[in-house]
Every structure is written in structure tokens, then in C-alpha cells.
């Protein structure tokens, strides 16, 4: 019989076994290269479109009317100063949480009602099937009345977005757990609260990140155009599709293309974060 | 739905219980199209004994075990457990399923105590316990930890018997349990799951459609008729236990494998015949098609 010994490490400490870091295994990968020599080869095409329309007078299609790179980079760095810059940011981000938000609290029940009771089903279905399929922006013009505010409608038509993609993931979702869990829960006598809590909410857990991620897409295309609709009222101003529409107005095309490329970003954001909380909430996905 | 009545003088521990189907009779569709699918079934499963059930594909195999299992209620006689009447699923009888049902979402450990922990059997420290102790039985002690994902098909199957076991039934029923793995795993499996049998011997019931793993495992076949069900032969396996691989290299195993085969190919050409003008007109209409 030996003692342990605590301060004598087990095996001696190693550089080569260090576990690199996501970001230095992201660096080495041959796929991260070609992603970014991708975007580099974009963006040397579009300017050598613009340095030719420049010298040359000769039109590319498409590219030969946008401004450079480089003039849009300049714009993007005078922009990014200001502070109203990145209120539209706050205001369009302060939607989009807001309306998914909403989406998600409504629709994560109703999608598993829907799905556990006939009875709901069948009163409810029906009704949320024929809104369904009206565009969340047909509702802009209707919200704008029955709302008192601007920010309300538009808040309600970004929740309108997220809210039928997301009560038809679940509703999918929940339905297909296979009917082998639910039996075997059963013999090992769970009743429906345990067959609920146990089983169809974690088995739905994927169709709601899905329903989610696409909820979520849907949400930044709304509040923009709501915002280039509505935006510009006394009301409600402001946010990143406001933004787009008044560089328009004013006939800054650098300016519209900083727009762009910021709602690209702030989509990317959103998206990582939906991804990064599905990876923690279901560990079992990422499992292999 | 009732959760089935266990007999409290009923031993959990060896889980010897008798099965009586009487009369079991089910059908499924309207009437204007009704499939008979069991139909005057009767069988008995003895105390410690491994009954295999053999039937061609399709002959409602599934549904006698959705039924024993109680997840199914037959339209007409009963299924008794010990003398009491089935009225829904159990405790008392624990199902491992095809392919693999473990829950995705709950690591090997968790899904192996999910039973006892939903129903509160006992305190948590000692069913951690029971359920380290299964895993290490069924060789998945350094798996505990893994989602079922993460698992080999072998690996599944063995968590599923310990998730099984853990509940103490009275009867394990097995529907093709091994089906869907490799030709390496399944003589593996086979084996390992008599050696956990032979040792307290729990009343099973086992449904199989590979006549050699019957043959293998059990004390009896009972060997089905083509869709309805019905009980075409009883035979009896004279394999004395433990059971080996080179027993199946016996003149007698040879003679039973003649004749259980000749009764299923007989029930397998019925279905067959009965189909063949059906399935001749489906592919004309498939081909008909623009």
C-alpha cells in the first residue's frame, strides 16, 4: 500500500498534447483559407469593376454601378463614428429580439399543444392554418392602425414572422418523436406529465432550434422592410432599414452598401447565438 | 390508461412469472376494411422459460408484443400475467425494443435509471448504485457518460437490457432485438444475453424472424401462421443450458431447423400465393404510369 502522492503529476506536462483553441484550429484549416481568398477575389473583382467604369468609362453589368470597395470601406469608417450608427443598430436589434422573443414564448406552447391535444387541434388549426400564409408584411399596413404606436406594429408584424415558422417546428417536431420513447416511458410508468416533461419536450428541442434559426431569418427581413415602411414616421425612427432608406433618399450609394453589409452581420449574429444556445441546450446533437 | 397490477407475492428478483394468452383476438381498419391480424391466439409462456416467437414477416409479431406489453388492448379474450388480467403497460413488463429506443437526449446512465428515478423506487443513492452496477455488468462502465450516439449498435442493445433489467420485470419481452446488426455483433449479442438469461433465468419472451437465434436461445418456438395469427406449432428445444455455439452443429438441432423451417416456408408461400396476383396488377398499374 502506497500513499498518494498529490504534488508528483501523473503523466509530465506536454506542449504537444495542448488542445489548440477553436480559433487556432479554425486558422490551420485548409476550408478557412479558401473562404477568405473567396471573399478577397469578390472584392478585387468589384473594384477592378469600378477602377474600370472609372478610367475607361466601360461598364461591367451590376458591378460598374456600385461604388469601390474601397469608397464604401472609407464611408463604412466615417459611419461607424457616429453614434446614430449604431442606435440604428440598438433600434433594429431592440425588433427583431423583441418580436422573435414574443414569437418564441407563444409559440413554443402553442406548437406543443397543438401537437399533444386533438382537441385544441382541431378548433385551432384551422384558423392558424388560413393566417398562415399572409405574408408578415401584408399585416403592415393593418398593424399601423389597430397598434397606438409605429414601434408596436412593427414589433407585432417581426413577431408574426417568427411566430407560424416557429409553432409549425414544434408542431412537426413533437409530432414525429417516435412512438417507441413514449411507450417505453410509459411501461416504466410515467404518466402525462412525465411523458410531456420527459419526453416530447427534449425530443422537440431540435424542431425548435430549426424553427428557430429560420424564425429568426424571417425576423431580420421583416423589421427591415417594416422600418423602411414605417421608419421614417415621427414616432418610431431610426433602426438599420431606416438607415438604407435614407442614404437612398439622400443618394449615398456607399452609404446604402454600409447598410447592407451591416444587417449581412448583424444576421450572421444572430444566427451564431441561436447555434451557440442550441449547442449548449442540446449536448446530445453535438455528441459524435 | 390503468398501469397493469403486480401481484405482491410475486418475486422481483428471479421474475418467474407465468403468461396465459387466451382467445387474444385483434384486427385493425373499419369494417368495410378489416384486417384480422390475430385471431384466436392462445399460448402460454411457463415460469423461467424463453419462449421464441418465429412467424413469417408480417404476421402480427409486433402486435402480440404491443399487446402483452399492454400498449395495445386485444378486442376479444385476455392476456393474463400471473393469473391477473393486463389492462395496460408495466413495470412488470419491460419491452426492448428494435433497433434501439433509448432516449437521444439522456447519457447511457441516465437513460438506465430513467425508470426507478421517474417512479421514485427508493432512494437516489441507491438507484445510482443499481444502475453503475448494470452498466458494469453489461460492459458499459467507461460509457456512462456517452449519449446513446455515441454507442456502437451492440452497445445500444446492451444499455437497453440494462435499462430493461433495472426495472426488476416480471417478464422482459424482446422484439427482434438484435435486427439491424452486423454479422460480427449479433453472435456476440446472442451470447451475451443468454449468459445473462442462464444466470436467474426471467421469464422471456422473445420474438425473432431468424429461425438459427430462436433455435439458440430458447426452451421453446412457437411458431406463428401466416397474418391472423395463430399458433401453428409448439416445438420444444432439448438444448440443455448453457448454451454453446457448437450445440447448433447437433443432428438434433439440424432436424428441428428441417422442420420448423418447412412449417414457416409453407405459412411464407401462403402469404406469398395470396399476394402474388395483387402485387402482378400493382406493377402494371406502376408501369401504366406516364
Known amino acids: 500500500m502506497s500513499a498518494v502522492t498529490i504534488d508528483q503529476p501523473q503523466t509530465p506536462p506536454s506542449k504537444t498534447f495542448r488542445r489548440r483553441s477553436k480559433f487556432e484550429r479554425a486558422i490551420s484549416s485548409l476550408g478557412f483559407w479558401r473562404g477568405l481568398a473567396g471573399i478577397l477575389v469578390f472584392l478585387v473583382l468589384w473594384e477592378a469593376a469600378a477602377y474600370l467604369k472609372a478610367t475607361l468609362d466601360f461598364t461591367i453589368p451590376f458591378f460598374g454601378k456600385l461604388p469601390a470597395p474601397t469608397l464604401v470601406a472609407a464611408a463604412a469608417a466615417e459611419v461607424v463614428v457616429q453614434p446614430g450608427y449604431w442606435w440604428s443598430w440598438v433600434e433594429s436589434f431592440k425588433r427583431v429580439l423583441g418580436g422573435f422573443i414574443i414569437a418564441m414564448i407563444l409559440g413554443i406552447p402553442f406548437g406543443l399543444a397543438l401537437a399533444v391535444n386533438k382537441y385544441f387541434r382541431d378548433v385551432f388549426f384551422p384558423p392558424f392554418e388560413i393566417l398562415r400564409p399572409i405574408p408578415p408584411l401584408a399585416w403592415v399596413p393593418a398593424s399601423l392602425i389597430f397598434w397606438p404606436t409605429n414601434e408596436m406594429s412593427i414589433i407585432f408584424v417581426t413577431f408574426l414572422g417568427a411566430f407560424f415558422t416557429i409553432v409549425i417546428n414544434v408542431l412537426g417536431g413533437a409530432r414525429t418523436i417516435d412512438v417507441r420513447y413514449l411507450r417505453a416511458a410509459q411501461s416504466m410508468g410515467a404518466n402525462q406529465w412525465h411523458l410531456f416533461s420527459r419526453i416530447i419536450l427534449p425530443g422537440t428541442l431540435p424542431s425548435i432550434f430549426t424553427g428557430a434559426a429560420v424564425g429568426m431569418g424571417i425576423t431580420w427581413n421583416v423589421v427591415l422592410a417594416a422600418e423602411m415602411v414605417s421608419g421614417g414616421g415621427s414616432q418610431a425612427g431610426g433602426g438599420l432599414g431606416f438607415f438604407i432608406w435614407s442614404s437612398y433618399m439622400g443618394g449615398s450609394m456607399e452609404h446604402i452598401i454600409v447598410g447592407m453589409i451591416s444587417i449581412g452581420i448583424a444576421g450572421y449574429l444572430s444566427s451564431a447565438l441561436i447555434r451557440w444556445l442550441g449547442e449548449r441546450t442540446m449536448p446530445w446533437q453535438r455528441a459524435f | ?290
Request: contains cysteine.
Open chain 2, 1 to 290: 390508461m390503468t398501469i397493469g397490477a403486480v401481484p405482491s407475492s410475486v418475486d422481483h428478483a428471479t421474475g418467474k412469472s407465468r403468461i396465459e394468452l387466451k382467445n387474444v383476438s385483434r384486427g385493425f381498419g373499419e369494417e368495410w376494411a378489416r384486417e384480422e391480424v390475430v385471431q384466436n391466439l392462445s399460448f402460454e409462456i411457463k415460469p423461467g422459460d424463453l419462449t421464441c416467437i418465429v412467424g413469417p414477416s408480417g404476421c402480427g409479431k409486433s402486435t402480440i408484443v404491443n399487446l402483452v406489453a399492454g400498449y395495445d388492448a386485444p378486442e376479444s379474450g385476455e392476456i393474463l400475467l400471473n393469473g391477473q388480467k393486463i389492462t395496460g403497460p408495466g413495470k412488470d413488463r419491460m419491452v426492448v425494443f428494435q433497433e434501439t429506443a433509448l432516449m437521444p437526449w439522456q447519457t447511457t446512465f441516465d437513460n438506465v435509471a430513467f425508470g426507478p428515478k421517474l417512479r421514485g423506487d427508493g432512494a437516489r443513492a441507491d438507484i445510482d448504485r443499481e444502475a453503475h452496477r448494470l452498466l458494469e455488468k453489461v460492459g458499459l462502465g467507461d460509457f456512462k457518460r456517452k449519449f446513446p450516439s455515441q454507442l456502437s449498435g451492440g452497445m445500444q442493445r446492451r444499455a437497453e437490457l440494462a435499462r430493461a433489467l433495472i426495472n426488476k420485470p416480471l417478464l422482459l419481452i424482446m422484439d427482434e432485438p438484435f435486427r439491424g446488426l452486423d454479422a460480427m455483433s449479433r453472435p456476440l449479442m446472442q451470447e451475451f444475453f443468454l449468459r445473462l438469461f442462464e444466470e436467474n433465468r426471467r421469464t422471456n419472451l422473445f420474438v425473432t424472424s431468424e429461425i438459427e437465434e430462436a433455435i439458440f436461445l430458447a426452451d421453446r418456438l412457437v411458431i406463428l401462421s401466416n397474418r391472423p395469427a395463430q399458433v401453428r406449432a409448439i416445438i420444444e428445444i432439448p438444448l440443455p443450458r448453457p448454451r454453446e455455439f457448437h450445440m447448433m452443429n447437433s443432428p438434433e438441432v439440424f432436424e428441428i431447423k428441417r422442420e420448423a423451417l418447412a412449417i414457416l416456408h409453407d405459412e411464407a408461400m401462403k402469404s406469398f400465393g395470396g399476394s402474388v396476383g395483387a402485387g402482378a396488377r400493382q406493377m402494371d398499374v406502376m408501369e401504366a404510369r406516364p
